[in-house]
């Protein structure tokens, strides 16, 4: 018999029913297979006959955005030539902060879906392979010319931004002439903010998170009653965890014109696969009148292979500097299911559940920006827990 149903953690159900039933399956409004082994009361209980299954599932997810605080830029710019101010190197403008990545907003929930493969043999043990992938969230910031409320100082220096830059290439210099400072009527031949970043325009931060996870296991009975049933989990898990944080600055001449060439991109990419063993445990109770409630945990220990890339790239892509490394962790794991059962008709079932996925270990970004162009180096922490929770709900046929 072939079976259909949701779920990465769908328990295997009762089909194609015939026959006389039970006094015991009578009362709780269900119907067991004449090969069942034991007749328990609940439409999990029954092993039924040996089939091939496909299983899908809709969740919603959500969990921290792993960044931290870091202040990307300031109002005003630094005179670079001493041509303003008489000494090079002074900042010109308050200097207060503008763009932080603490502004990136509040974390949001993602959607996604699971789908499962499998083999059901006829004493219940059940061998599966699950993908679960959820849609990508993005966060963002950004700042301009454009000041709250318009206020500024009376040179308008603080309508400026200014990121603190350097060791980058001549070709980052950015436009000749940017402030109302630059010019052979003020003494000078430009360039007093030399670079994108000093005395830019507009600079934008972005912040991505993605989640991928997947199973390769087995789940076997261990134990019945009348009214339950315990099970054991356990087989390999692969989850992924990327990350990608992108700042683009864009510097304008004097008339408000900016050429791909006065444009700078930054991005700092964390991808985090993890591999490893898991055990694990579950147990489902009947309620009453076709609803079941199950709770399922597990336990691994995976091996964190964190790829770390971050790379400048001047906006017409004519010019780059990049770096990366690769980090070698462990990071325990820790997972659980709640779900409630509903079992409306033979052959129908739905569930509806609570999800639960935890992390040990992981890397995330400190410090997300590394202002040495010459020798990149973000600042990257270690997150002690990284949990990510939500919803899952989902329907299932038997055939």
Same mark, same amino acid.
């Not at 067991?32 to 029954?46: E, K, Q, S």
């Not at 600079?203 to 019945?224: C, H, N, V, W």
């Not at 609570?354 to 992981?362: D, G, K, Q, R």
């Given at each position: 018999?072939?079976?259909?149903?949701?779920? =990465?953690?769908?328990?295997?159900?009762?089909?194609?029913?015939?026959?006389?039933?039970?006094?015991?399956?009578?009362?709780?409004?269900?119907?067991?297979?004449?090969?069942?082994?034991?007749?328990?009361?609940?439409?999990?209980?029954?092993?039924?006959?040996?089939?091939? @299954?496909?299983?899908?599932?809709?969740?919603?997810?959500?969990?921290?955005?792993?960044?931290?605080?870091?202040?990307?830029?300031? #109002?005003?710019?630094?005179?670079?030539?001493?041509?303003?101010?008489?000494?090079?190197?002074?900042?010109? /403008?308050?200097?207060?902060?503008?763009?932080?990545?603490?502004?990136?907003?509040?974390?949001?929930?993602?959607?996604? =879906?699971?789908?499962?493969?499998?083999?059901? !043999?006829?004493?219940?043990?059940?061998? @599966?392979?699950?993908?679960?992938?959820?849609?990508?969230?993005?966060?963002?910031?950004?700042?301009?010319?454009?000041?709250?409320?318009?206020?500024?100082?009376?040179?308008?220096?603080?309508?400026?931004?200014?990121?603190?830059?350097?060791?980058?290439?001549?070709?980052?210099?950015?436009?000749?002439?940017?402030?109302? !400072?630059?010019?052979?009527?003020?003494?000078?031949?430009?360039?007093?903010?030399?670079?994108?970043?000093?005395?830019?325009?507009?600079?934008?931060?972005?912040?991505?998170?993605?989640?991928?996870?997947?199973?390769?296991?087995? #789940?076997?009975?261990?134990?019945?009653?009348?009214?339950?049933?315990?099970?054991?989990?356990?087989?390999?898990?692969?989850?992924?965890?990327?990350?990608?944080?992108?700042?683009?600055?864009?510097?304008?001449?004097?008339?408000?014109?900016?050429?791909?060439?006065?444009?700078?991109? @930054?991005?700092?990419?964390?991808?985090?696969?993890?591999?490893?063993?898991?055990? =694990?445990?579950?147990?489902?109770?009947?309620?009453? +009148?076709?609803?079941?409630?199950?709770?399922?945990?597990?336990?691994?220990?995976?091996?964190?292979?964190?790829?770390?890339?971050?790379?400048?790239?001047?906006?017409?892509?004519?010019?780059?500097?990049?770096? /990366?490394?690769?980090?070698?962790?462990?990071?325990?794991?820790?997972?659980?299911?709640? +779900?409630?059962?509903?079992?409306?008709?033979?052959?129908?079932?739905?569930?509806?559940?609570?999800?639960?996925?935890? @992390? !040990? +270990?992981?890397?995330?970004?400190?410090?997300?920006?590394?202002?040495?162009? =010459?020798?990149?180096?973000?600042?990257?922490?270690?997150?002690?827990?990284?949990?990510?929770?939500?919803?899952?709900?989902?329907? /299932?046929?038997?055939?």
């Amino acid at each position: 018999m072939c079976q259909r149903f949701i779920g =990465g953690a769908l328990l295997a159900a009762a089909a194609a029913l015939i026959g006389n039933t039970t006094a015991n399956a009578q009362d709780a409004g269900f119907q067991v297979p004449l090969n069942a082994g034991l007749n328990v009361p609940i439409p999990t209980g029954n092993s039924g006959q040996a089939g091939f @299954y496909t299983g899908f599932e809709f969740v919603l997810l959500t969990t921290q955005r792993a960044i931290g605080d870091q202040t990307i830029a300031t #109002r005003g710019f630094v005179d670079s030539t001493g041509s303003i101010t008489g000494l090079p190197g002074t900042p010109v /403008g308050s200097h207060a902060v503008a763009l932080t990545t603490d502004g990136l907003g509040r974390s949001t929930f993602m959607p996604g =879906g699971r789908v499962e493969l499998g083999y059901k !043999f006829e004493d219940g043990t059940r061998i @599966y392979f699950n993908w679960l992938q959820l849609a990508q969230a993005q966060y963002s910031a950004g700042a301009t010319i454009a000041t709250p409320y318009s206020r500024s100082r009376p040179d308008l220096t603080d309508t400026f931004l200014y990121s603190p830059v350097f060791n980058f290439n001549p070709q980052f210099s950015g436009p000749r002439f940017k402030t109302g !400072f630059d010019g052979p009527a003020n003494g000078n031949a430009g360039f007093t903010s030399y670079g994108i970043w000093n005395a830019s325009s507009v600079q934008d931060i972005k912040f991505i998170q993605r989640y991928t996870e997947s199973e390769l296991g087995a #789940r076997m009975p261990l134990f019945k009653t009348d009214y339950s049933q315990v099970y054991g989990t356990a087989g390999a898990r692969f989850a992924w965890i990327f990350e990608r944080f992108n700042w683009r600055t864009v510097s304008m001449d004097v008339l408000g014109v900016a050429n791909p060439q006065d444009a700078a991109d @930054y991005s700092n990419t964390l991808s985090q696969r993890m591999y490893g063993p898991f055990v =694990g445990a579950g147990h489902e109770v009947f309620l009453a +009148n076709q609803f079941s409630l199950s709770l399922d945990v597990s336990a691994g220990l995976l091996i964190n292979v964190a790829k770390e890339r971050v790379k400048y790239e001047l906006g017409d892509e004519s010019t780059q500097a990049k770096r /990366g490394r690769e980090t070698f962790t462990a990071v325990p794991n820790a997972n659980a299911a709640l +779900n409630l059962w509903w079992y409306p008709v033979e052959g129908v079932q739905l569930r509806f559940g609570y999800n639960a996925m935890s @992390y !040990f +270990n992981t890397r995330y970004m400190k410090n997300p920006v590394g202002f040495d162009y =010459g020798a990149i180096d973000p600042e990257y922490g270690t997150r002690v827990i990284r949990v990510l929770h939500g919803f899952n709900a989902g329907f /299932g046929l038997f055939f």
